[in-house]
């Protein structure tokens, strides 16, 4: 029995081999991969084109300042700039390259206005044009050197005439914007002269600051082209008589 051993062993042993060897045959060699392509001149690659960023002396990069631009002063415009002036009017001041004189200000029951470095200034009565150029002279008397300024209204106070007497339509009218009116105009607006109106005895009471004034007006003569004219202004009372004949 023990003569025996040996054999088997070694048969053992060949059959684990077999049995190895059969896997291991199963399995392939991996694909060869192919060879890389190679080109004999190859194409020369352009370089990123160069962006300089602009840098100060120490590299620091420095901020683009935005150019420094002053708006022009604005002009009058026609009707604006013959406007009268009323208490009530509020207005706005511009000066060139002046920003902190630039205000806006309401015009007083007296007629005046309260601006900078001018104190009160008298401007009722006058024009928008009128009181400008004398707000531009007073600047160049004292503070400013040959400024330029701009005096525009921000608001108008109530702008109402009043018509009564021998008319059709007696009553408070109101104006319109800067538009100026005549007497005329102002007694068309009150459905004109009744039929014993007199044209020729008509009154207005007009307010100038403190003080009141009587104008007598003859519109007979206005009716005339070459009669002149007679402007009417904000807070006017116009009164047309009664002929008695």
């Known amino acids: 029995m023990m003569a025996l051993f040996p054999f088997r062993s070694r048969n053992f042993l060949l059959a ?28 020369p690659i352009a370089p990123a084109p160069f962006n300089p960023s602009p840098q100060s002396n120490s590299g620091a990069l420095q901020p683009l ?12 415009m026609a009707g604006e700039g013959d406007y009268i002036l009323s208490p ?14 630039n205000m806006r200000s309401k015009i007083a029951r007296d007629g005046r206005v309260q601006l ?10 006058k024009s928008v044009r009128e009181a400008q150029e004398y707000i531009r002279k007073l600047f160049d008397a004292d503070y400013l050197v ?8 921000a608001s108008y106070t109530q702008r109402s005439i009043t018509v009564i007497g021998q008319v059709s339509r ?28 007199d044209r020729k005895k008509i009154t207005v009471k007009r307010r100038d600051g403190k003080t009141t004034e009587t104008l007598k007006v003859n519109t007979t003569r206005l009716e005339d082209p070459m009669g002149g004219s007679f402007l009417v202004l904000p807070g006017d009372i116009i009164t047309v008589g009664e002929s008695w004949y």
């Open 16 to 43: 684990i081999i077999a049995f190895f060897s059969t896997s291991l045959a199963g399995f392939s060699a991996p694909p060869a991969l192919p060879a890389p392509l190679t080109h004999s001149n190859p194409a």
């Open 65 to 76: 300042e935005a150019p420094s631009y002053e708006p022009p002063i604005p002009t009058l």
């Open 88 to 101: 009530g009017d509020t207005l706005d001041l511009m000066v060139y390259k002046e920003p902190d004189l």
């Open 116 to 125: 900078p470095l001018l104190g009160e200034v008298a401007v009722a009565g």
């Open 146 to 153: 040959n400024p330029q300024i701009y005096l525009n209204i």
């Open 170 to 197: 007696p009553g408070n009218y109101e104006l319109q914007g800067t538009d100026r009116l005549g007497i005329l105009e102002a007694i068309g607006m009150a459905g004109g002269f009744t039929r014993i109106a």
